[in-house]
């Protein structure tokens, strides 16, 4: 089991940036597929991007490709998404999440219920 905790939300203006940080701690034996959901009030959880420790691979959304980067810092413990160009549409409670892979099926990561989940950062883009 992998405890996660995530950090760097707030507030921004439209067209502003923000980087979300995913420290694990405790960590099992990796590697592992770290990454992001987001879930706006009303709205399904959508899923942001995914980091793969074993290679570096990384996988986006189509709605923040080319917006959001993903990567891992150089202590390798902490998972970096580095958000640009921000809209209004990405206003949501962010969820750190660790799987095995970063398995994308039909635009989404495919997790599984028993996955590790962080407790969630704000994120806010007013206009």
């Known amino acids: 089991q992998v405890q996660l905790t995530e950090s760097g939300g707030g507030s921004v203006h439209v067209g502003g940036s923000l980087r979300l940080r995913c420290a694990a701690s405790?960590?099992?034996?990796?590697?592992?597929?770290i990454g992001w959901f987001r879930q706006a009030p009303g709205k399904q959880r959508e899923w942001v991007a995914c980091?793969?420790?074993?290679?570096?691979?990384?996988y986006y959304a189509d709605s923040v490709k080319g917006r959001f980067t993903i990567s891992q810092d150089n202590a390798k413990d902490t998972v970096i998404l580095q958000m640009n160009s921000l809209t209004p549409e990405g206003t949501a409670l962010y969820y750190c999440?660790?799987?095995?892979?970063?398995?994308?099926?039909?635009?989404?990561?495919?997790?599984?219920?028993?996955?590790?989940w962080g407790k969630g950062t704000q994120v806010t883009v007013s206009s």
């Open positions: 980091f793969y420790t074993g290679d570096g691979s990384a």
């Open positions: 999440v660790a799987e095995r892979e970063c398995t994308v099926l039909a635009g989404s990561w495919a997790i599984a219920d028993q996955s590790d």
């Open positions: 405790k960590p099992a034996r990796g590697p592992f597929g």
